[in-house]
């Protein structure tokens, strides 16, 4: 019996079903990049550890240069300079200051400093201020940034570089992080042939394996290609056996529809439970869900722009399940340029490319036929008509989805 599910049914039943690895790594601070945090990390240090100074210039006591300005300059003792990387091991007095530099430790009794702009050096000992400072003014005080025991990052978070910066700030130089699924990927088609082949009348090069493995390793997961599978059920069900039990999901591309010889939904029904059989989308009607042995299998269409876009939403929820991590995708509002117009009962996507007109987004629609697979590059995102609207019109703003966060130009 075929289950079809709505799109967002369809995520939901994903989230719901798999479960996160048991079993994490460490990895040290140079190898966390793109990587997901196993456990959330609380702070066991003060960033920064000392009161510092964020300019140039002098510290003081903050009354000391009330009421000073140009006219009648605020005049100070220079009595000490702090040298970066030094502690400042002296305490300030009245009517006295000591030269800090940017990120220099201010020296105890002082409670503010004054930017060297501001500071006339009178060669006699003597520094003359004319702007008042407040107290606190141009410090960054001890655990400003961080404090023991403060929730820095939450489990689940994929690193990036700036997260890295942090961790090095705190000297967390090894952390805990899930392991890298493994991702099996499979083409099934009487037609395919490798990429590296010439491909004859009727057949096509296998264009899934290298896309799919590709897109499985921008999600954060490790892929393992099985090659082509012809159109045959038993030979289908032998892959798949070996790929289950070397991967931790694995991925069908082909033979998802009903035809009598799309395998691909028999097969995933004998080794376990059927989630879901179709789902009320276009592109990607024949994506199916199944679970054997606790991991996920999808059944892909076999159209590599359908079977990428939706292994962009579905897999991709999966794989990061499977990391422990949910994540939402960014949108934003554009202008349609051109009506699309949509009346078969699903939820039509359709790719745009975006350029910006007058301060605002616009969305221009990539037109495209069924099955070719330029139309895959030339968009920027895509958005989505719901299955109870007959199209967008021009000039109707849509919510559009980000493929990347990076603009081609
Ligand atoms: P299917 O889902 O098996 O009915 O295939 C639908 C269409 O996608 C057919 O035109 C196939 O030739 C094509 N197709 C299936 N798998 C691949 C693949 N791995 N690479 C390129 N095209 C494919
Ligand atoms: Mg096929």
């Known amino acids: 019996m075929l289950t079809v599910l709505t799109p967002h049914e369809a995520l939901s039943l994903i989230k719901e079903k798999i479960a996160p690895l048991p079993r994490m790594e460490e990895v040290s601070l140079g190898h966390a990049s793109g990587r997901v945090l196993g456990k959330d990390i609380k702070a066991t240090e003060y960033v920064p550890g000392f009161d510092r100074s964020t300019v140039d210039g002098y510290a003081l006591k903050a009354s000391d240069s009330f009421g000073c300005s140009e006219a009648i300059p605020a005049l100070l003792m220079k009595t000490a300079a702090v040298a970066m990387g030094e502690s400042a091991d002296f305490t300030l007095s009245e009517g006295c200051c000591a030269y800090v530099p940017t990120g220099g430790a201010l020296p105890k009794g002082a409670d503010a400093v004054a930017m060297i702009e501001y500071c006339e050096d009178f060669g006699c000992g003597e520094i003359g201020l004319s702007k008042a400072v407040a107290p606190g003014e141009n410090i960054i005080f001890k655990g400003d940034d961080v404090y023991p025991g403060k929730l820095i990052m939450k489990k689940g978070r ?163 399940k499977l990391m422990g991590r949910e994540s939402a995708p960014i949108t934003l509002p554009a202008i349609l340029t051109e009506s699309v117009s949509a009346n078969h009962g699903r939820a039509q996507y359709g790719g745009v490319s975006l350029f910006m007109k007058d301060g605002a987004w616009q969305a221009s629609p990539i037109r495209s036929k069924s099955g070719l697979i330029s139309s895959l590059c030339a968009a920027d995102g895509f958005f989505c008509i719901p299955r109870d609207k007959e199209g967008c019109a021009a000039g109707e703003t849509v919510e559009v989805t980000l493929y990347s966060t990076y603009q081609e130009i």
């Open 158 to 320: 994929r690193l990036q570089s700036r997260d890295i910066g942090s961790l090095a700030a705190m000297g967390v130089v090894a952390l805990n992080v899930a392991r890298r699924p493994i991702v099996g990927i499979i083409s099934t088609g009487d037609e395919l042939v490798a990429p590296t082949e010439v491909p004859k009348d009727g057949q096509v090069r296998d264009i899934n394996s290298p896309m799919l493995e590709a897109l499985v390793q921008e999600f954060g997961a490790e892929s393992r290609l099985y090659g082509i599978v012809r159109d045959e059920e038993a030979l289908l069900a032998e892959v798949l056996d070996k790929a289950l039990a070397e991967c931790d999901c694995v991925l069908i591309s082909g033979g998802s529809s009903v035809g009598t010889k799309d395998a691909t939904g028999r097969i995933i029904e004998s080794r376990g439970e059927m989630l879901f059989h179709g789902i009320a989308m276009k592109p990607g009607k024949p994506t199916i869900m199944g679970m054997a042995k606790g991991k996920p299998i999808f059944g892909l269409p076999g159209h590599p722009g359908a079977a990428w876009f939706v292994s962009r939403i579905f897999v991709r929820c999966a794989i990061e």
